[in-house]
């Protein structure tokens, strides 16, 4: 594996690869990693999905990778675009942690679990099946995704290496 | 932001005032904690995209301690003190005696210990902005995480991200005594919050 045919994901951010090629996002917490991955034609994407909903965005031009809602048609679409099967993608989900302990906690303070149920629901309007997860937790997470075997390998402070 | 788009420098140099006072303020209050002197750098004040926040306390992989709090009142927004475990380690050492594990397992005793410390820092530099701004400011129950920055910032962020994919971050860096290691505050004011700062210290909008 050469750092070559790696593609850094930014937060708020999405990219596609195709291969040999790793995709990977740092630092995930309440953040969702959703990953998308077409088996036979190996080819994959990557979203790291901020918010649940682009309805309370109050920004000029939408950043469709920024939400729940907004990333995962978008994802789908560019996967499509460089020959992926939409009917075949399969998905898998990462993050969403709450990253800090409150008692009570306001709305904001769920924004881990809300960002999960939103990408689910957004995977379930578009019938992609959700093969595999690692979310929830207090813990942060950096993902990396093979294009080619679709397996992610999630790597956190407290608990090591594990592949979904 | 549009609040930017005039006398931007003006109100960047407030804002760095700003920093300045309040964690002048915290750096007297650890100064006293410590019993040591705590130098302190002149605030950043900057607009800063995402990914680039975390790069201020060494990327977004850096395993940092950080005590979370949200000020609420007049002008909400998010607060963070910012420590490396090694400066963890000192801090446990010189307030308590206790010789914390450097692989940064901490215990409950040692996890609400930096927590205090932090909810001290915290409230000391939030009365200083109270009483400078003469705004009601209020912080709510501090909370900590041992954690890669980028998962842990990401948390102060949520409020800038339905606004854009930069957020404005009132930065201010701890010199402790001779010890290398350096802590820093971060000030994340809430988007609408700045028009009511501004306000507040006369500044035109």
């Known amino acids: 594996m050469t750092e070559a045919n790696l593609i850094k994901i930014g937060m708020a951010d999405m990219n596609v690869g195709i291969g040999g090629t790793l995709l990977r996002t740092t630092g995930l917490g309440s953040c969702v990693g959703l990953t998308l991955h077409d088996a036979e034609r190996q080819i994959a994407g990557m979203a790291h999905i901020m918010l649940p909903s682009s309805e309370i965005a109050r920004e000029g031009k939408l950043n469709l990778a920024k939400y729940a809602d907004t990333a995962v048609p978008e994802l789908i679409d560019r996967l499509a675009r460089i020959g992926a099967d939409p009917r075949r993608l399969v998905a898998k989900l990462a993050g969403g942690a709450q990253m800090f302990a409150f008692a009570g906690g306001s709305d904001s303070m769920r924004i881990g679990p809300r960002n999960v149920e939103s990408t689910k629901h957004a995977l379930a309007l578009r019938s992609i099946p959700v093969i595999a997860e690692d979310t929830g937790g207090n813990y942060g997470r950096t993902i990396e995704l093979d294009c080619r075997s679709g397996i992610v390998s999630i790597r956190s402070v407290q608990h090591g290496v594990k592949e979904i | ?205």
């Open chain 2, 1 to 205: 932001m549009n609040m930017f788009s005039q006398d931007a420098d003006f109100k960047m140099d407030v804002l760095r005032e700003v920093g300045n006072i309040g964690a002048g303020n915290a750096a007297t209050a650890l100064s006293r904690l410590l019993d040591k002197p705590v130098d302190m750098a002149v605030p950043k004040v900057n607009l800063l995209p995402f990914e680039r926040i975390a790069e201020q306390v060494g990327g977004s992989e850096a395993v940092i301690v950080a005590i979370f709090l949200r000020m609420e009142g007049d002008a909400p927004g998010n607060m963070f003190f910012l420590i490396s475990r090694e400066q963890t380690r000192h801090l446990l050492q010189g307030l308590l005696g206790i010789d914390a594990a450097a692989d940064g397992d901490y215990s409950e005793l040692e996890l609400s210990a930096l927590c205090e410390i932090g909810n001290i820092l915290a409230g000391s530099y939030l009365s200083a902005l109270a009483d400078l701004t003469g705004l009601y400011m209020s912080p709510t129950v501090p909370s900590i995480a041992v954690d890669m920055a980028g998962a842990i910032l990401s948390y102060g962020l949520l409020q800038f991200g339905t606004m854009g994919d930069d957020a404005l971050l009132i930065d201010t860096t701890f010199l402790h005594g001779s010890q290398e290691s350096e802590g820093h505050f971060f000030l994340i004011p809430d988007p609408d919050s700045f028009e009511k700062l501004f306000r507040a210290l006369g500044v035109p909008i």
